[in-house]
C-alpha cells in the first residue's frame, strides 16, 4: 500500500509541473505588454522601464523565463497582483477561509441531499418516483456547474 502511494505521488510531479507549464503559457499569450499592465496609463521614464524589464526578466527567452516562474512557485513565491497591490500568496491566505467554508457547505449540502434522494430512489424502485427522480438528478447533473451557480445566486 506505501508503495502505490509513493508511486501515486511521483506520478503526479509530471502533472503539476505540465499544469504549472500551462498556465506560465497561458499568461505568456496573454495581449498585451506586460509592462503596460504593470505602471497603467502614467509615462515612465525608460530607465524605470528597463529596470522592471531586467527585474521580471521580461527580456529573457520564453523558457528560461518559465524557470524562473517554476523556482519563484517552488520557493512559494507566487508573484505580486499589481491589480490588488499584494503578493498573490496574501490574497490567496486572505480568501481561504471562504473557500473553505463554500466548499464544506456545498459538499455537505450534496452528500446529505445526494443520500436522500439515493434512499427515496431506491426505495420506490418500482414505483413511479424513481425515473422521475433519475431525470431530475440527470439534469441537474447536466447542468454546467458556473451556470447552476449564476441561477442559485440569483434563487438565493
Known amino acids: 500500500m506505501v508503495a502505490y502511494i509513493i508511486r501515486r505521488l511521483l506520478y503526479s510531479i509530471p502533472l503539476l509541473l505540465s499544469m ?6 497561458l499568461l505568456q499569450l496573454t495581449p498585451g505588454d506586460p509592462l503596460q499592465a504593470i505602471v497603467g496609463q502614467y509615462p515612465v521614464p525608460q530607465a524605470f522601464r528597463d529596470s522592471l524589464t531586467e527585474k521580471y526578466h521580461l527580456d529573457a527567452p520564453f523558457f528560461l523565463q518559465f524557470w524562473y516562474f517554476l523556482q519563484g512557485v517552488l520557493q512559494g513565491d507566487l ?4 491589480g490588488a497591490g499584494k503578493p498573490v500568496a496574501d490574497l490567496i491566505v486572505d480568501r481561504f477561509p471562504n473557500t473553505l467554508l463554500l466548499a464544506t457547505s456545498g459538499f455537505g449540502v450534496g ?3 445526494g443520500g436522500v434522494i439515493g434512499t427515496i430512489s431506491g426505495t420506490s424502485r418500482t414505483r413511479w418516483l424513481d425515473p422521475i427522480l433519475s431525470i431530475i438528478v440527470l439534469i441537474a447533473y447536466s447542468i454546467p456547474i458556473f451556470w447552476m451557480g449564476q441561477l442559485l445566486v440569483i434563487v438565493f
Open 111 to 113: 452528500i446529505f441531499a
Open 20 to 25: 504549472v507549464f500551462l498556465v506560465f503559457l
Open 79 to 82: 508573484g505580486f497582483s499589481f
